[in-house]
Protein backbone atom coordinates (compact mmCIF):
# COMPACT_ATOMS: atom_id res chain seq x y z
CA UNK A 1 0.00 0.00 0.00
CA UNK A 2 2.80 2.25 0.71
CA UNK A 3 4.62 1.75 -2.36
CA UNK A 4 1.94 2.20 -4.45
CA UNK A 5 1.07 5.70 -2.14
CA UNK A 6 4.52 6.73 -2.75
CA UNK A 7 4.86 5.78 -6.44
CA UNK A 8 1.50 7.67 -7.58
CA UNK A 9 2.72 10.52 -5.48
CA UNK A 10 6.38 10.44 -7.68
CA UNK A 11 4.44 9.98 -10.81
CA UNK A 12 2.02 12.70 -10.57
CA UNK A 13 4.62 15.08 -9.75
CA UNK A 14 7.07 14.20 -12.10
CA UNK A 15 4.47 14.24 -14.98
CA UNK A 16 2.94 17.48 -13.87
CA UNK A 17 6.45 19.18 -13.21
CA UNK A 18 7.78 18.33 -16.87
CA UNK A 19 4.10 19.12 -18.59
CA UNK A 20 3.89 22.96 -17.03
CA UNK A 21 5.67 25.94 -18.72
CA UNK A 22 8.78 26.74 -16.51
CA UNK A 23 8.28 30.15 -14.62
CA UNK A 24 10.67 32.76 -15.14
CA UNK A 25 14.23 32.46 -13.31
CA UNK A 26 13.92 34.61 -10.10
CA UNK A 27 15.77 37.75 -9.63
CA UNK A 28 16.32 39.14 -6.62
CA UNK A 29 16.00 43.42 -6.14
CA UNK A 30 15.93 45.36 -3.47
CA UNK A 31 14.99 48.56 -5.30
CA UNK A 32 11.71 49.00 -2.97
CA UNK A 33 11.09 49.38 0.42
CA UNK A 34 8.27 48.29 2.73
CA UNK A 35 5.43 50.17 4.07
CA UNK A 36 5.45 48.21 7.61
CA UNK A 37 3.75 50.28 10.25
CA UNK A 38 4.41 50.37 13.91
CA UNK A 39 2.36 52.62 16.10
CA UNK A 40 3.68 55.79 17.50
CA UNK A 41 3.87 53.93 21.03
CA UNK A 42 5.88 50.91 19.70
CA UNK A 43 2.96 49.36 20.29
CA UNK A 44 3.32 46.27 17.47
CA UNK A 45 -0.20 44.98 16.49
CA UNK A 46 0.26 41.56 15.00
CA UNK A 47 -2.10 38.56 13.55
CA UNK A 48 -2.22 35.10 13.78
CA UNK A 49 -2.84 32.84 10.44
CA UNK A 50 -2.95 29.63 12.08
CA UNK A 51 -4.46 28.95 14.99
CA UNK A 52 -3.41 24.62 15.43
CA UNK A 53 -1.30 23.97 18.39
CA UNK A 54 2.01 25.71 17.45
CA UNK A 55 0.25 29.09 16.71
CA UNK A 56 -2.14 29.08 19.42
CA UNK A 57 1.34 27.95 21.38
CA UNK A 58 3.22 31.16 19.99
CA UNK A 59 0.85 33.92 20.20
CA UNK A 60 0.76 33.11 23.62
CA UNK A 61 4.17 33.23 24.38
CA UNK A 62 3.95 36.53 22.27
CA UNK A 63 1.84 38.68 24.05
CA UNK A 64 3.70 37.72 27.24
CA UNK A 65 5.86 41.18 25.58
CA UNK A 66 4.29 44.25 26.48
CA UNK A 67 4.85 45.88 23.45
CA UNK A 68 2.56 43.60 21.68
CA UNK A 69 -1.19 43.83 20.83
CA UNK A 70 -2.63 40.74 18.52
CA UNK A 71 -5.73 42.85 17.05
CA UNK A 72 -6.93 39.55 14.52
CA UNK A 73 -6.67 36.02 14.33
CA UNK A 74 -7.66 33.80 11.19
CA UNK A 75 -7.99 29.79 10.65
CA UNK A 76 -10.13 28.01 7.88
CA UNK A 77 -11.12 25.70 10.93
CA UNK A 78 -13.55 27.21 13.59
CA UNK A 79 -12.61 24.54 15.96
CA UNK A 80 -12.00 20.31 15.93
CA UNK A 81 -9.99 18.07 17.07
CA UNK A 82 -6.95 16.46 15.62
CA UNK A 83 -4.25 18.52 17.37
CA UNK A 84 -1.78 17.12 19.48
CA UNK A 85 -2.92 14.64 21.34
CA UNK A 86 -6.12 14.89 19.75
CA UNK A 87 -6.78 17.95 21.14
CA UNK A 88 -8.69 20.93 19.97
CA UNK A 89 -7.83 23.72 17.84
CA UNK A 90 -8.94 26.11 16.04
CA UNK A 91 -9.70 29.85 15.70
CA UNK A 92 -12.80 29.83 18.09
CA UNK A 93 -9.89 27.50 20.83
CA UNK A 94 -7.46 30.59 20.18
CA UNK A 95 -9.97 33.59 20.91
CA UNK A 96 -11.16 31.78 23.88
CA UNK A 97 -7.41 31.71 25.34
CA UNK A 98 -6.41 35.36 24.17
CA UNK A 99 -9.21 36.93 25.14
CA UNK A 100 -9.43 35.03 28.80
CA UNK A 101 -5.85 36.50 28.36
CA UNK A 102 -6.66 39.99 27.94
CA UNK A 103 -9.49 40.00 30.09
CA UNK A 104 -7.41 39.33 33.44
CA UNK A 105 -4.47 41.43 31.93
CA UNK A 106 -6.45 44.66 31.51
CA UNK A 107 -9.01 43.98 34.44
CA UNK A 108 -12.32 44.07 32.45
CA UNK A 109 -14.20 42.42 29.30
CA UNK A 110 -12.47 41.93 26.01
CA UNK A 111 -13.84 42.46 22.92
CA UNK A 112 -10.94 43.41 20.54
CA UNK A 113 -10.41 40.56 18.43
CA UNK A 114 -11.52 40.34 14.77
CA UNK A 115 -11.56 36.82 13.83
CA UNK A 116 -11.09 35.84 10.19
CA UNK A 117 -11.49 32.57 7.95
CA UNK A 118 -9.45 33.93 4.80
CA UNK A 119 -5.60 34.86 5.45
CA UNK A 120 -5.98 37.37 2.50
CA UNK A 121 -8.44 39.43 4.64
CA UNK A 122 -5.55 39.57 7.33
CA UNK A 123 -3.12 40.96 4.68
CA UNK A 124 -5.87 43.72 3.71
CA UNK A 125 -5.85 45.46 7.47
CA UNK A 126 -4.50 48.35 7.34
CA UNK A 127 -3.61 48.45 11.88
CA UNK A 128 -1.86 44.93 11.07
CA UNK A 129 2.28 45.56 11.45
CA UNK A 130 3.10 41.83 11.91
CA UNK A 131 1.66 38.53 10.98
CA UNK A 132 2.33 35.27 11.90
CA UNK A 133 1.93 32.22 10.15
CA UNK A 134 1.49 28.78 11.72
CA UNK A 135 -0.53 26.87 8.73
CA UNK A 136 0.46 23.50 7.11
CA UNK A 137 4.38 24.19 4.90
CA UNK A 138 1.97 23.36 1.25
CA UNK A 139 0.25 27.35 2.33
CA UNK A 140 3.70 28.73 3.16
CA UNK A 141 4.77 30.48 0.21
CA UNK A 142 1.73 32.55 -1.26
CA UNK A 143 0.67 34.00 2.26
CA UNK A 144 4.50 35.19 2.73
CA UNK A 145 4.49 36.83 -0.74
CA UNK A 146 1.28 38.98 -0.35
CA UNK A 147 2.43 39.41 3.32
CA UNK A 148 5.84 40.58 1.99
CA UNK A 149 4.33 42.78 -0.99
CA UNK A 150 1.75 44.49 1.41
CA UNK A 151 4.87 45.78 3.69
CA UNK A 152 4.16 43.58 6.60
CA UNK A 153 6.49 42.01 9.15
CA UNK A 154 6.52 38.28 9.54
CA UNK A 155 6.93 35.75 11.83
CA UNK A 156 6.68 32.12 9.54
CA UNK A 157 6.82 28.75 10.90
CA UNK A 158 9.53 26.22 9.73
CA UNK A 159 10.09 24.79 7.68
CA UNK A 160 10.69 28.10 5.21
CA UNK A 161 8.84 25.89 2.42
CA UNK A 162 6.95 23.33 0.84
CA UNK A 163 9.88 23.16 -2.42
CA UNK A 164 13.22 24.65 -2.88
CA UNK A 165 11.64 27.26 -5.51
CA UNK A 166 9.15 28.31 -3.07
CA UNK A 167 11.82 29.07 -0.68
CA UNK A 168 13.72 31.20 -3.34
CA UNK A 169 10.44 33.53 -3.98
CA UNK A 170 10.25 34.33 -0.28
CA UNK A 171 13.64 34.77 0.22
CA UNK A 172 13.74 37.12 -2.79
CA UNK A 173 10.79 38.90 -1.71
CA UNK A 174 11.48 39.50 1.84
CA UNK A 175 14.75 41.25 0.26
CA UNK A 176 12.84 42.55 -2.50
CA UNK A 177 10.23 44.42 -0.22
CA UNK A 178 13.09 45.05 3.12
CA UNK A 179 10.52 43.89 5.42
CA UNK A 180 10.94 41.84 8.54
CA UNK A 181 11.11 38.35 8.89
CA UNK A 182 11.63 35.68 11.08
CA UNK A 183 11.63 31.69 10.43
CA UNK A 184 10.30 29.77 13.39
CA UNK A 185 13.55 27.76 13.81
CA UNK A 186 13.72 28.87 17.26
CA UNK A 187 17.13 26.79 18.75
CA UNK A 188 19.44 29.64 17.40
CA UNK A 189 17.98 31.78 20.70
CA UNK A 190 18.82 28.87 22.53
CA UNK A 191 22.28 29.77 24.33
CA UNK A 192 23.99 26.06 24.18
CA UNK A 193 23.82 26.17 20.29
CA UNK A 194 25.23 29.38 19.91
CA UNK A 195 27.85 28.17 22.17
CA UNK A 196 28.63 25.15 20.61
CA UNK A 197 28.22 27.36 16.92
CA UNK A 198 31.10 29.62 18.08
CA UNK A 199 33.79 27.11 18.85
CA UNK A 200 33.05 25.50 15.86
CA UNK A 201 33.38 29.33 14.05
CA UNK A 202 36.61 30.29 15.93
CA UNK A 203 38.46 27.09 15.04
CA UNK A 204 38.19 25.47 18.15
CA UNK A 205 37.71 21.85 17.59
CA UNK A 206 40.22 22.19 14.02
CA UNK A 207 39.08 21.36 11.23
CA UNK A 208 35.49 20.07 10.50
CA UNK A 209 35.16 16.72 9.14
CA UNK A 210 31.50 15.36 10.05
CA UNK A 211 28.37 17.61 11.23
CA UNK A 212 25.90 15.27 12.09
CA UNK A 213 22.13 15.81 12.74
CA UNK A 214 19.86 13.43 14.75
CA UNK A 215 16.12 13.55 14.16
CA UNK A 216 13.29 11.75 14.72
CA UNK A 217 11.70 8.37 12.67
CA UNK A 218 8.46 7.04 12.56
CA UNK A 219 5.47 8.94 11.54
CA UNK A 220 3.83 9.43 15.40
CA UNK A 221 0.23 9.85 15.14
CA UNK A 222 0.11 13.13 16.95
CA UNK A 223 -3.40 13.99 16.52
CA UNK A 224 -4.84 10.62 17.63
CA UNK A 225 -6.54 10.24 13.87
CA UNK A 226 -4.41 7.67 12.46
CA UNK A 227 -6.85 5.51 11.76
CA UNK A 228 -9.65 7.75 10.39
CA UNK A 229 -8.46 7.25 6.63
CA UNK A 230 -12.35 6.75 4.95
CA UNK A 231 -13.71 9.99 3.50
CA UNK A 232 -16.51 11.93 4.65
CA UNK A 233 -17.63 15.17 4.93
CA UNK A 234 -15.40 17.84 6.67
CA UNK A 235 -16.77 19.52 10.25
CA UNK A 236 -18.92 22.52 10.35
CA UNK A 237 -16.97 25.33 10.30
CA UNK A 238 -13.95 23.95 8.53
CA UNK A 239 -13.33 24.96 4.76
CA UNK A 240 -11.64 21.97 3.44
CA UNK A 241 -11.13 23.61 0.12
CA UNK A 242 -9.44 26.77 1.58
CA UNK A 243 -7.28 24.37 3.56
CA UNK A 244 -5.90 22.47 0.43
CA UNK A 245 -5.59 25.46 -1.32
CA UNK A 246 -2.64 24.66 -3.84
CA UNK A 247 -2.16 21.42 -2.71
CA UNK A 248 -4.13 18.05 -5.07
CA UNK A 249 -7.55 17.68 -4.85
CA UNK A 250 -8.65 14.54 -2.12
CA UNK A 251 -11.46 13.94 -0.27
CA UNK A 252 -11.54 14.85 3.19
CA UNK A 253 -10.29 12.52 6.29
CA UNK A 254 -9.52 13.11 9.74
CA UNK A 255 -6.35 11.28 9.27
CA UNK A 256 -5.50 14.16 6.42
CA UNK A 257 -5.34 17.35 8.40
CA UNK A 258 -4.85 18.19 12.07
CA UNK A 259 -1.31 17.69 13.24
CA UNK A 260 -0.26 14.79 11.21
CA UNK A 261 -0.81 16.79 7.75
CA UNK A 262 3.14 16.24 7.95
CA UNK A 263 3.52 12.84 7.26
CA UNK A 264 1.70 13.81 3.73
CA UNK A 265 4.04 14.28 0.74
CA UNK A 266 1.25 17.06 -0.63
CA UNK A 267 1.29 19.35 2.51
CA UNK A 268 5.10 18.67 4.11
CA UNK A 269 8.08 16.64 4.14
CA UNK A 270 7.91 13.89 6.92
CA UNK A 271 10.39 13.89 9.82
CA UNK A 272 12.91 14.97 8.27
CA UNK A 273 11.75 18.18 6.59
CA UNK A 274 9.87 18.99 9.92
CA UNK A 275 13.33 18.65 12.19
CA UNK A 276 14.96 19.91 9.16
CA UNK A 277 14.45 23.86 10.18
CA UNK A 278 15.74 23.19 13.52
CA UNK A 279 19.38 20.98 13.48
CA UNK A 280 20.67 21.12 9.53
CA UNK A 281 19.90 25.05 10.25
CA UNK A 282 22.05 25.08 13.61
CA UNK A 283 24.56 22.44 10.90
CA UNK A 284 24.77 25.07 8.92
CA UNK A 285 25.09 28.07 11.35
CA UNK A 286 28.12 26.30 13.05
CA UNK A 287 29.63 25.64 9.75
CA UNK A 288 29.15 29.39 8.04
CA UNK A 289 27.38 27.99 5.01
CA UNK A 290 24.21 29.84 5.61
CA UNK A 291 23.87 31.28 1.94
CA UNK A 292 25.31 27.92 0.14
CA UNK A 293 24.61 24.22 0.04
CA UNK A 294 26.02 20.79 -0.63
CA UNK A 295 27.69 19.90 -3.89
CA UNK A 296 26.05 15.85 -3.71
CA UNK A 297 23.05 14.13 -1.22
CA UNK A 298 23.44 10.75 -1.09
CA UNK A 299 20.97 8.75 0.72
CA UNK A 300 20.32 5.32 2.19
CA UNK A 301 18.33 2.89 4.66
CA UNK A 302 15.15 4.13 3.74
CA UNK A 303 12.25 3.31 4.93
CA UNK A 304 8.29 4.48 3.54
CA UNK A 305 4.97 4.79 6.18
CA UNK A 306 2.80 2.07 5.63
CA UNK A 307 -0.64 3.87 5.68
CA UNK A 308 -3.34 4.91 2.78
CA UNK A 309 -3.00 8.52 3.06
CA UNK A 310 0.92 8.96 5.08
CA UNK A 311 3.66 8.16 2.48
CA UNK A 312 6.93 10.37 3.81
CA UNK A 313 9.82 8.49 5.30
CA UNK A 314 10.10 7.02 8.51
CA UNK A 315 13.91 5.82 8.80
CA UNK A 316 16.36 7.72 6.22
CA UNK A 317 20.53 8.59 6.80
CA UNK A 318 21.31 11.38 4.14
CA UNK A 319 24.87 12.91 3.80
CA UNK A 320 25.30 15.75 2.16
CA UNK A 321 28.40 16.69 0.72
CA UNK A 322 30.05 20.24 1.13
CA UNK A 323 32.82 21.88 -1.18
CA UNK A 324 34.27 23.25 2.32
CA UNK A 325 35.26 19.91 3.00
CA UNK A 326 33.08 18.46 5.17
CA UNK A 327 29.77 15.95 5.30
CA UNK A 328 26.99 16.95 7.08
CA UNK A 329 24.70 13.45 8.19
CA UNK A 330 20.93 13.89 8.33
CA UNK A 331 19.83 10.30 10.08
CA UNK A 332 17.40 8.90 12.25
CA UNK A 333 19.77 6.12 13.00
CA UNK A 334 22.31 8.55 14.25
CA UNK A 335 23.34 7.39 18.38
CA UNK A 336 22.60 11.12 19.70
CA UNK A 337 20.01 13.45 19.98
CA UNK A 338 20.36 17.21 18.39
CA UNK A 339 23.46 18.66 16.75
CA UNK A 340 27.15 17.06 16.84
CA UNK A 341 30.09 18.58 15.39
CA UNK A 342 33.40 16.58 14.78
CA UNK A 343 36.87 17.80 14.55
CA UNK A 344 40.35 17.11 14.55
CA UNK A 345 42.41 15.38 17.44
CA UNK A 346 38.97 14.01 18.81
CA UNK A 347 37.30 16.85 19.65
CA UNK A 348 34.16 17.18 18.97
CA UNK A 349 30.88 20.03 20.69
CA UNK A 350 27.14 19.03 20.71
CA UNK A 351 24.50 20.64 21.07
CA UNK A 352 20.70 20.07 22.06
CA UNK A 353 17.70 22.01 23.20
CA UNK A 354 18.73 22.93 26.62
CA UNK A 355 22.02 21.63 27.23
CA UNK A 356 25.34 21.10 25.32
CA UNK A 357 28.20 18.84 25.88
CA UNK A 358 31.93 19.08 25.08
CA UNK A 359 35.04 16.96 24.43
CA UNK A 360 37.74 16.50 27.75
CA UNK A 361 39.63 18.64 25.11
CA UNK A 362 37.27 21.75 24.87
CA UNK A 363 36.33 22.15 27.87
CA UNK A 364 38.82 24.39 29.19
CA UNK A 365 38.30 26.85 26.13
CA UNK A 366 37.11 30.41 26.66
CA UNK A 367 36.56 32.98 23.90
CA UNK A 368 38.03 35.90 24.00
CA UNK A 369 36.19 39.31 23.28
CA UNK A 370 37.86 39.24 19.87
CA UNK A 371 37.21 36.36 19.16
CA UNK A 372 33.93 35.88 16.72
CA UNK A 373 30.65 36.42 18.46
CA UNK A 374 27.59 34.92 16.88
CA UNK A 375 24.36 36.79 16.86
CA UNK A 376 22.50 36.72 20.09
CA UNK A 377 18.99 36.50 21.10
CA UNK A 378 17.41 35.14 24.46
CA UNK A 379 14.14 34.88 23.09
CA UNK A 380 12.90 34.04 19.55
CA UNK A 381 9.49 36.07 19.70
CA UNK A 382 10.93 39.07 21.32
CA UNK A 383 13.75 39.35 18.99
CA UNK A 384 11.42 39.37 16.39
CA UNK A 385 9.79 41.91 17.95
CA UNK A 386 12.93 44.18 18.91
CA UNK A 387 13.29 44.00 14.91
CA UNK A 388 9.86 44.89 13.84
CA UNK A 389 10.82 48.07 15.46
CA UNK A 390 14.36 48.74 15.20
CA UNK A 391 14.21 47.29 11.20
CA UNK A 392 17.16 45.25 11.65
CA UNK A 393 17.16 41.59 10.50
CA UNK A 394 16.44 38.70 13.20
CA UNK A 395 18.44 35.94 14.28
CA UNK A 396 17.04 33.46 11.90
CA UNK A 397 16.28 35.12 8.77
CA UNK A 398 14.74 33.95 5.20
CA UNK A 399 17.59 33.33 3.68
CA UNK A 400 19.17 30.99 5.88
CA UNK A 401 16.33 29.26 6.82
CA UNK A 402 15.87 28.81 2.85
CA UNK A 403 19.36 27.12 2.18
CA UNK A 404 19.22 24.74 5.77
CA UNK A 405 15.46 23.43 4.34
CA UNK A 406 16.99 22.75 1.13
CA UNK A 407 19.36 20.01 2.42
CA UNK A 408 16.42 18.02 3.42
CA UNK A 409 13.80 18.60 0.57
CA UNK A 410 17.38 17.22 -1.54
CA UNK A 411 17.24 14.44 0.97
CA UNK A 412 13.78 13.59 0.37
CA UNK A 413 13.86 13.54 -3.83
CA UNK A 414 17.30 11.70 -3.60
CA UNK A 415 15.46 9.25 -1.48
CA UNK A 416 12.45 9.10 -3.70
CA UNK A 417 14.44 8.65 -6.43
CA UNK A 418 16.89 6.18 -4.77
CA UNK A 419 19.74 7.86 -6.48
CA UNK A 420 22.81 10.00 -5.38
CA UNK A 421 22.49 13.71 -6.64
CA UNK A 422 24.83 16.51 -7.75
CA UNK A 423 23.73 20.10 -6.66
CA UNK A 424 24.79 23.24 -7.73
CA UNK A 425 23.89 25.91 -4.55
CA UNK A 426 24.48 28.88 -7.14
CA UNK A 427 21.82 28.26 -9.90
CA UNK A 428 19.99 25.95 -7.55
CA UNK A 429 19.90 23.07 -9.86
CA UNK A 430 20.16 19.66 -9.93
CA UNK A 431 23.13 18.59 -12.36
CA UNK A 432 22.40 16.46 -15.65
CA UNK A 433 19.21 15.17 -13.85
CA UNK A 434 16.02 15.69 -15.26
CA UNK A 435 13.80 13.67 -13.99
CA UNK A 436 15.06 14.99 -9.94
CA UNK A 437 14.83 18.69 -11.19
CA UNK A 438 11.18 18.28 -12.20
CA UNK A 439 10.60 17.09 -8.45
CA UNK A 440 12.16 20.21 -7.11
CA UNK A 441 9.33 21.74 -7.65
CA UNK A 442 5.38 20.77 -7.55
CA UNK A 443 2.33 21.98 -9.44
CA UNK A 444 -0.48 24.09 -8.29
CA UNK A 445 -4.25 23.82 -7.96
CA UNK A 446 -5.61 26.49 -9.67
CA UNK A 447 -6.75 29.49 -9.15
CA UNK A 448 -3.29 29.19 -7.02
CA UNK A 449 -1.28 28.88 -9.52
CA UNK A 450 -1.81 31.86 -11.52
CA UNK A 451 -1.72 33.37 -8.27
CA UNK A 452 1.62 32.32 -7.40
CA UNK A 453 3.23 32.40 -10.54
CA UNK A 454 1.97 36.43 -10.50
CA UNK A 455 3.81 37.02 -7.54
CA UNK A 456 6.93 35.81 -8.34
CA UNK A 457 6.97 37.73 -11.22
CA UNK A 458 6.88 40.76 -9.25
CA UNK A 459 9.88 39.76 -7.38
Not at 47 to 76: F, K, P, T, W
Not at 185 to 210: A, M, P, W, Y
Not at 268 to 294: F, K, L, N, R, V
Not at 431 to 452: C, E, H, K
Given at each position: ??????????????VA??????????????????????????????????C???G?????????????????????N???????????????????????????????????????????????M????????????H??????????????????????????????????????????????????????????????????????H??????????????????????????????????????????????????????????????????????????????????????????????????????????????????????????????????????????????????????????????????????K????????????????E????????????????????????????????K????????????????P?????????R??????
Amino acid sequence: MENSNRRKFLRDSVVASLGIIAVPTIISSCARGGNGRISPSDRVRVALVGCGNQGSGDIMEMVQDDRVQVVAICDVNKKSAGYWGGSIGGRDHVEARLTKFYTEKFGKPFKGLRLEEDFRRIIEMKDVDAIEFAIPDHWHSIPVLMAAKAGKAIYCQKPLALTIPEGRAMSNAVKKYKVVFQTGSQQRSDENFRIVCELVRNGKLGKIHTVSCGLPSGVPDYGHNKDLTNPIPPPSGFNYDLWLGPAPENPWSPARTGVNFRWSLDYSGGQITDWGGHHPDIAQWGMGTEHTGPVKIKSSNTEWAKHPIWNTATQYHIEAEFKEGFTMILSSKADHGGVRFEGEDGRWAQADRGSHKLSDNLKDITLKDSDIHLYKSENHFRNFIDCVISKAEPIAPAEAAHRSITIAHLGNISMLLNQDIEWDPKTERIVNNTLANALLDRPMRAPWDSIYRDLVAEI
